[in-house]
């Protein structure tokens, strides 16, 4: 049985005195990183339960980092830009005024994806790799040359919708979805690779600021 977590985490790295001074107001502001065009999701070849190796013509392609999941680029983007289009109250973290929209970034969902992917396999939940690498360090690795940089992880939540509640009710997430530094998105999901792990599925969302 699925035991759903209701502690999503977040991270933030300070790279010089004015992102710390801004997150010491509550912008929870980290790292940064270049932005491209935004491209359609990898597309895995579909199956089709009833003659695997023979897919149907009607059967919806599975999307990796997505948990299979209908629509969930736009429902990301959709859910995050309305809250941050709003202005939202981040608890402890502050009170944050309307921001302008983020875009979604093909190199921030790499580094999100494959540390959701990581974390599905290996059965654990940090935001540090069992490797030692950071977030920052897999943001970079991805390619996105940042000067800010973020990091919210979930796990357990089994939509949008209930990963989206997650964060915007925690402080610390809140914050990231809605600090102004933030100009890029990257998100993704992977389901447990055993039905032995603690979570059913593995949210990593990816935030951050060109450099160049």
């Not at 800010?148 to 989206?164: D, L, P, Y």
């Not at 792990?197 to 060109?210: A, E, I, P």
Request: with cysteine; proline share 8%.
């Amino acid at each position: 049985m699925d035991v759903p977590s209701n502690k999503p985490a977040h991270r933030q790295f300070p790279t010089s005195m004015i992102v710390a001074a801004l997150l010491a107001l509550g912008l929870g502001a980290c790292g940064g990183g270049g932005s491209d065009a935004s491209t359609p999701d990898p597309v895995t070849t579909p199956t089709n339960p009833t003659n695997p190796t023979n897919p149907g013509p009607t059967d919806p392609p599975l999307v990796a980092g997505t948990c299979d999941l209908p629509n969930f680029k736009q429902d990301l983007l959709t859910r995050i830009n309305a809250l941050r289009a709003s202005g939202a109250s981040c608890g402890t973290s502050g009170n944050f005024p309307a921001v302008a929209p983020v875009v979604w970034n093909d190199k921030l969902t790499a580094a999100s994806d494959g540390h959701a992917l990581d974390m599905a396999t290996k059965n654990y939940f940090s935001h540090d790799s069992q490797d030692g690498r950071s977030f920052s360090t897999r943001i970079t690795n991805a390619g996105y040359t940042w000067a800010a940089a973020g990091e919210n992880i979930a796990a357990g939540q089994q939509t949008v919708e209930s990963v989206m509640n997650s964060w915007r009710n925690s402080a610390g997430h809140c914050a990231n979805l809605m600090s102004a530094n933030f100009v890029d998105v990257g998100v993704a999901c992977r389901p447990a690779a055993s039905a032995s792990n603690t979570y059913s599925k593995y949210w990593v969302m990816d935030l951050g600021k060109s450099a160049r």
